[in-house]
């Protein structure tokens, strides 16, 4: 599976940006596809999930969430409210299965990354 992740760039405090994570190759509807974000100087973080349900990290809930469009093969990370400290480099990722891993080291589909600016 590949993933082309964008819809990254600069937005002021209290914005919201909408991230897109198309995927292409052998997709399934079966498939979890994930986002995850990393800081400069921070560990990649779990933001999102999305299964057979969705499901959101307590960290961002109330401000993200996630949907998706399978006959675009298509996950979307929708944020709101946002915050200098969003500030980062946001990953999609994928993996077979339908259990909520929250780990990068659970995924073994990557794209290319896409960065958030919050300006506050």
């Known amino acids: 599976v590949q993933l082309q992740a964008s819809g990254g760039g600069l937005v002021q405090a209290g914005g919201s940006l909408r991230l897109s994570c198309a995927a292409s190759?052998?997709?399934?509807?079966?498939?979890?596809m994930a986002w995850f974000r990393q800081a400069p100087g921070k560990e990649r973080e779990f933001i999102g999930w999305s299964g057979g349900s969705t499901y959101i990290a307590d960290s961002v809930k109330g401000r993200f969430t996630i949907s998706r469009d399978n006959a675009k093969n298509t996950v979307y990370l929708h944020m709101n409210s946002l915050k200098p400290e969003d500030t980062a480099v946001y990953y999609c990722?994928?993996?077979?299965?339908?259990?909520?891993?929250?780990?990068?080291?659970?995924?073994?589909?990557w794209g290319q990354g896409t960065l958030v600016t919050v300006s506050s």
């Open positions: 990722a994928a993996r077979s299965g339908s259990a909520i891993y929250t780990s990068p080291v659970d995924y073994y589909s």
């Open positions: 190759g052998r997709t399934s509807p079966s498939y979890a």
